[in-house]
């Protein structure tokens, strides 16, 4: 039972490259989120799923497009990475409480 | 609008002293779950407790308690006699949802960062 996984850990990008993190969860969630969060801001919501086929906006959706792959997979794209997308992205599934996954570390130069 | 304040951003306490993490919360739906979670310095994110709305119990874990206070819209987190594994960022969070458990609004407050002086 592994919980909430995340790939990969840590990531370098160049400005307007793509990439898309990936998440997994193996405790039967219907609702998945990805977060980002940076020095004094906290954890602000970018997309959730509240069940596999569903996704909705959260309040920093911009420049993210996500996947809801089947009901395990949640994964998250930037399209055309930026500056201001460097920051420690959390994926998280919900059952009693929200499990979270160990963070990526995304830097984008 | 949803909001969750903690206004200490950082506090630093000497060992073995009491210390409070204040959380002030706002929202216009009657069903809600406060959450208090901890980050170490590795980073990784702790569930610490969950609370729904209509459950104002106050609740004590070990050196771990919280007061639950909806007239104040307060879910105040304290430890007791504090100790240096206890330095982390703790944040308060606020989600509420539609009950056909479909929107949903998460709200994180920005964390208070606790320094456990030995």
């Known amino acids: 039972n592994a919980g909430v996984t995340q790939t990969p850990k840590f990531q370098v990008l160049k400005t307007g490259q793509s990439m898309t993190l990936q998440c997994a969860q193996d405790m039967n969630h219907n609702s998945m989120y990805w977060y980002r969060q940076d020095p004094g801001m906290g954890l602000r919501l970018i997309y959730y799923s509240a069940s596999e086929g569903t996704t909705d906006k959260g309040e920093v959706p911009n420049g993210y497009n996500v996947s809801r792959l089947n009901k395990r997979e949640f994964s998250l794209r930037l399209e055309s990475a930026a500056p201001s997308q460097t920051s420690v992205y959390f994926c998280?599934?919900?059952?009693?409480?929200?499990?979270f996954g160990p963070g990526t570390r995304l830097t984008v130069t | 609008a949803q909001k969750v304040t903690q206004a200490q951003t950082e506090i630093s306490v000497v060992e073995k002293e009491d210390v409070t993490l204040d959380c002030v919360y706002e929202?216009?739906?009657?069903?809600?779950?406060l959450f208090w979670y901890k980050q170490p310095p590795s980073g990784e994110l702790v569930f610490l407790i969950r609370r729904n709305s209509f459950d104002e119990q106050n609740e004590i874990s070990g050196r771990y308690s919280w007061n639950f206070q909806k007239s104040t819209s307060s879910f105040n987190f304290t430890i007791t006699a504090s100790q240096v594994v206890d330095s982390a960022v703790y944040f308060c969070?606020?989600?509420?949802?539609?009950?056909?458990?479909?929107?949903?609004?998460?709200?994180f407050g920005t964390g208070t960062k606790l320094q456990v002086i030995p």
């Open positions: 969070a606020l989600i509420t949802e539609e009950d056909s458990g479909g929107y949903q609004k998460v709200t």
């Open positions: 998280a599934s919900r059952g009693y409480e929200q499990y």
């Open positions: 929202t216009r739906d009657t069903t809600y779950y």
